[in-house]
């Protein structure tokens, strides 16, 4: 019962930017937008999470829209090594992470 | 740091045995959850643990799993009896106060353990 929906496969040609969208309408106002990605095999990975405003680190940034509705994960010049199912969730206060299917994200040389 | 160490990283078993799934947390972490990820069903939280106390087992699948935490370091997930349909990747997570700053913070992965049960 995740509470996004994310399109269920995207390709990126390398070295171009990656734009993964989440949509997350019944988002409430306590809630976080956190993004993780699996890189085949591995545990999944933190990349980055957000409220209100936009948020950039090494990874990536996140870009939420002002009514919180919907996000964007950015990887702006994507590499083969950034191909891996990535998840969009909506978190509150609580450690309940409820992880949807997720984004296959195939970047191509 | 090693992050969290998980073992056996492979475990295939017979319909009936016991399993015993470990997991290492970060030290310093104060929270560590147990996920199953299946094809079917994705990757699901089975329970989690605050400073070794069980908050949340709503998601352990029946009363064949049990998860203990005795001490910071080191959790254990049980399966008796084990069954074909319990076949998945085990991870265990942990996470600690202040490493994020917001909503709760991020967790960290281990490896998983791949449990075939035949």
């Known amino acids: 019962d995740a509470k996004t929906t994310q399109p269920p496969s995207m390709d990126c040609a390398e070295g171009r930017a990656a734009n993964l969208p989440c949509n997350h309408s019944?988002?409430?106002?306590?809630?976080?937008v956190y993004w993780y990605r699996q890189i085949h095999s591995q545990g999944p990975q933190y990349i980055i999470h957000g409220l209100k405003n936009n948020e950039t680190n090494e990874m990536a940034s996140l870009i939420i829209t002002e009514d919180r509705k919907s996000s964007t994960l950015i990887l702006p010049h994507a590499t083969l090594r950034d191909t891996a199912v990535y998840y969009c969730?909506?978190?509150?206060?609580?450690?309940?992470?409820?992880f949807g299917a997720g984004t296959r994200l195939t970047v191509k040389p | 740091d090693a992050g969290v160490i998980q073992s056996p990283r492979h475990e295939v078993t017979e319909m009936g045995q016991e399993v015993t799934l470990r997991c290492k947390p970060i030290s310093g972490h104060n929270s560590l959850f147990w996920y199953r990820q299946t094809m079917m069903r994705g990757l699901e939280l089975l329970i989690y643990?605050?400073?070794?106390?069980?908050?949340?087992d709503s998601g352990m699948p029946e009363d064949r799993f049990s998860a203990k935490m005795p001490n910071a370091s080191f959790s254990t997930l049980k399966i008796q009896p084990s069954e074909p349909r319990d076949s998945a990747v085990y991870f265990c997570?942990?996470?600690?106060?202040?490493?994020?700053?917001?909503?709760?913070?991020?967790?960290?992965f281990g490896p998983g353990t791949r449990l075939t049960v035949l």
């Open positions: 997570a942990s996470s600690g106060s202040g490493t994020s700053g917001g909503g709760y913070n991020e967790q960290f």
């Open positions: 969730i909506v978190i509150n206060n609580n450690n309940d992470m409820r």
């Open positions: 643990f605050n400073n070794n106390v069980p908050i949340d």
């Open positions: 019944t988002i409430s106002g306590n809630e976080y």
